[in-house]
């Protein structure tokens, strides 16, 4: 597989979940002021929190979506190079606001996305017909945004997050995606 068209496909995907970032956070914060009396609007730290999340949920969603559609080595090609710009975009994107020196913040970055994508491969993507979402990998990413906003286990915000990321997911046309390593 060529590399060009590896790239192309990753950055594409990126960007369509990188542009959704400032929603999913702006309406975790929606959930949080009809909750809460006295949240006080997300600063910079919590929306890069809420942000990671989400981009570590993006990045091994779609990397289950490639396993499946996707010859297994063109999967991990596309999840490492993913991998790569997700990890150069975040360091350029947050380093500034940090007070770790950039090795150590790369470092600590790409631990905490191995951690949380071994984390997820425990769980099935979605719930079984008449089943609840515990114990799904939407239901652990809710968890992770709940915690990231600062109300650990708040069912409201689980379930928000829940719905907006499989919202998320339903939305991306994966096989139209895939097809281009076709080409």
């Not at 969603?61 to 080595?73: C, G, Q, V």
């Not at 809710?142 to 719905?163: D, F, Q, T, V, W």
Request: hydrophobic share 45%; glycine share 4%.
């Amino acid at each position: 597989m060529s590399i060009d068209k590896i790239t192309e496909v990753a950055v594409s995907l990126y960007a369509i979940a990188h542009s959704q970032i400032t929603h999913i956070i702006d309406f975790i914060d929606k959930i949080c002021k009809k909750d809460f009396e006295e949240h006080i609007e997300f600063g910079k730290a919590k929306r890069n929190k809420i942000g990671l999340e989400f981009m570590f949920f993006f990045l091994h969603i779609t990397h289950r979506m490639a396993i499946r559609m996707l010859k297994e080595e063109t999967a991990w090609e596309l999840k490492e190079e993913q991998k790569k710009i997700f990890m150069n975009h975040t360091m350029s994107s947050l380093i500034e606001d940090l007070e770790y020196k950039r090795k150590e913040f790369e470092i600590a970055l790409e631990l905490m996305l191995n951690e949380r994508q071994l984390e997820y491969t425990k769980y099935k993507e979605f719930p079984m017909k008449d089943e609840g979402l515990k114990d799904t990998l939407l239901w652990e990413f809710g968890k992770h945004i709940s915690e990231a906003a600062g109300y650990p286990m708040n069912i409201r915000l689980i379930m928000g997050a829940c719905e907006e990321a499989f919202t998320f997911i339903d939305a991306i046309n994966w096989k139209e995606w895939f097809n281009k390593f076709k080409k």
